[in-house]
């Protein structure tokens, strides 16, 4: 539990103040090791972030989200941290991120920052500490140490396992040499999960909220918060525990979702509440959307991601049905939806919706598995990249996506550092495909990414071909699609409007935002476009059908011929 004694500078004027920003915001993710390299050392880092936020500002988007930038032996991409109050080395200096957080304001793009209060790293100070302290010790009551199983104490406490694979338990040697006591890690074991039992885990957290909110951050995307909090006893449960999360027989799993998460998010609530400027928390939560709106309830977080629609198919009536569950669920609780199609943790949605059967989205694709189909994948990708940006609510985006980049499916497994990639015994190849630098320049060192040739994950020479620079120019562009579908949905008022479904042939989707109407052809065929319209942007460029695999925006000429809406789900981005 260390802080560095560096003070914030001075605060600085932010964007516009709008106590509601985050109803309707387009928050785009920064990884922050694969997106701008300063100093050529292969690695994305804070000044390189900072040199490329006029790309962020002319995409059109509100707010950026930083993944973690903080002091970490990098055992799971940056998510073990050792230090939660200052900047690892690698990506810069504190003074490094007021800079940017200033560039940024300047640009009117608000920062959302990752807090990783699940687990922290093996080598910070407090499990260090732990670690060299006997069973029963203050030290160790900050993690959850406990005696194993079996005469000897050789089996795990309780059968859990964890996200990346093998036990979610390991067992120590004490200060005498001894076989000890064993600590939790649902994920890595470089990953300890401190006790929120503890007062002192929940005081000192509340320190590091003060620390950035003083620095003048926007808010917190909160990772693994369902996870906070174990059920008494840390009880067996023999059931599956990977993506979204279900109750089995009506009880939820004992380290997920426990009713005790609410009493600190209602903490965190009142201490961000009590800074100026309409500070977030955002939830990752692998919930369905009627649990994960429990979180979100009006004294609680403010936004829960929504992975149930990030997981759904490319089929109208998993789409629709996801839609209306989302927006019925966080209308019921007054709180806004929110929409996301890839992330550093999935498959990008360019390549995951280029395979026709179902996909395990994080479980990375090799040189020698079946390959995604590369134009079918882009294009249902930039359809449902239409789709989504017309809903109601906030959207959140993934570097590169705006490219329309692919999946990087044939990195060398020798490259590999994703733990669950080793911790699978080479089974499962993990993440490192969504998490490949970013190609800036066709004909750069490290296609714009560095200044020099070598970067922390190899990028693929297919690369070159999405590179910003060459799609400026390019109308047709998917980077240009992008710039369009948030310029319309900011002139439309598409985010703070109503969703109203509308009749449509088997195998489309569609539905009205407001005067805006929304067409997705989920078929294998074109159909006829509607009569009397224009279109105001397309995924595909149409011209008296719209192609397979396309959404379109459009308005009437007439605005009496909009057709009778059958279906109205909920407010979406309204208070």
Not at 132 to 143: I, N, Q, V
Not at 196 to 220: M, Q, Y
Not at 330 to 345: E, F, I, K, Q, R
Request: proline share 10%; charged share 20%.
């Amino acid at each position: 539990m260390t802080s560095p004694d560096s003070s914030p500078t001075p605060a600085t004027t932010g964007p516009a103040a709008d106590d509601t920003w985050w109803r309707t915001a387009v928050i785009y993710q920064i990884y922050p090791r694969s997106f701008a390299d300063s100093d050529g050392d292969g690695t994305g880092d804070l000044p390189g972030i900072t040199a490329r936020l006029d790309h962020l500002a002319d995409l059109g988007v509100d707010a950026l989200w930083l993944s973690p930038f903080y002091p970490s032996p990098q055992v799971d991409g940056g998510y073990d941290i050792a230090d939660y109050r200052d900047v690892d080395p690698r990506y810069g200096t504190l003074h490094d991120f007021d800079a940017l957080l200033a560039r940024a304001h300047a640009l009117g793009i608000r920062v959302v920052v990752d807090l990783v209060p699940n687990h922290c790293s093996a080598q910070h100070p407090s499990f260090q500490a732990a670690l060299t302290a006997p069973a029963g010790s203050a030290e160790r009551a900050l993690f959850h140490f406990r005696d194993g199983r079996g005469p000897d104490g050789s089996l795990p406490p309780n059968d859990w396992t964890s996200m990346f694979e093998g036990p979610a338990w390991t067992r120590v040697t004490e200060a005498d040499g001894s076989a000890g006591q064993w600590y939790l890690h649902l994920f890595d074991p470089g990953q300890p999960d401190w006790n929120w039992d503890n007062p002192a885990v929940r005081e000192d957290f509340e320190t590091t909220l003060r620390f950035w909110l003083d620095r003048g951050v926007d808010g917190f995307r909160v990772d693994v918060c369902d996870a906070l909090v174990k059920a008494p006893g840390l009880p067996d449960w023999p059931h599956p525990t990977h993506g979204v999360i279900e109750p089995v027989d009506g009880v939820m799993p004992p380290m997920w979702d426990q009713d005790g998460i609410h009493d600190i998010f209602r903490a965190w609530r009142r201490l961000l509440d009590g800074y100026d400027g309409h500070r977030i928390l955002c939830a990752e939560a692998w919930l369905p959307p009627e649990r994960a709106a429990r979180i979100i309830r009006a004294d609680e977080m403010h936004q829960a991601f929504n992975f149930r629609f990030l997981e759904t198919p490319w089929q109208p009536a998993a789409l629709r049905r996801v839609i209306d569950e989302s927006l019925a669920a966080n209308d019921a609780v007054g709180a806004p939806t929110t929409w996301v199609l890839s992330n550093h943790d999935v498959m990008r949605h360019a390549s995951r919706f280029g395979y026709d059967g179902p996909v395990a989205l994080e479980h990375g694709v090799g040189a020698d598995d079946p390959q995604p189909d590369r134009a079918l994948g882009l294009r249902r990708a930039r359809a449902a990249t239409a789709l989504m940006l017309a809903l109601p609510g906030s959207a959140y985006l993934y570097q590169g996506e705006e490219l329309g980049l692919p999946e990087a499916t044939d990195l060398p497994d020798t490259a590999r550092q994703d733990p669950v990639w080793e911790r699978s015994g080479h089974r499962i190849r993990g993440r490192d495909g969504c998490r490949v630098p970013l190609p800036w320049n066709a004909d750069g060192p490290a296609l714009g990414f560095s200044s020099t040739p070598g970067t922390w994950l190899p990028q693929p020479s297919s690369y070159a071909s999405y590179a910003a620079d060459t799609q400026h120019g390019d109308p047709d562009s998917t980077l240009n699609l992008y710039r369009r579908l948030l310029s319309l949905r900011r002139r439309y008022g598409l985010g703070v409007g109503e969703l109203r479904w509308l009749p449509s042939p088997p195998g489309l989707l569609r539905f009205a935002n407001g005067s805006v109407e929304i067409l997705a052809n989920l078929t294998t065929e074109s159909v006829p476009l509607p009569s009397g319209v224009r279109v105001l942007t397309a995924s595909t460029a149409v011209s008296d059908r719209l192609p397979a695999d396309c959404t379109i925006w459009f308005v009437r000429e007439e605005p009496s011929q909009v057709p009778s809406a059958s279906v109205v789900p909920g407010r979406g981005g309204r208070p």
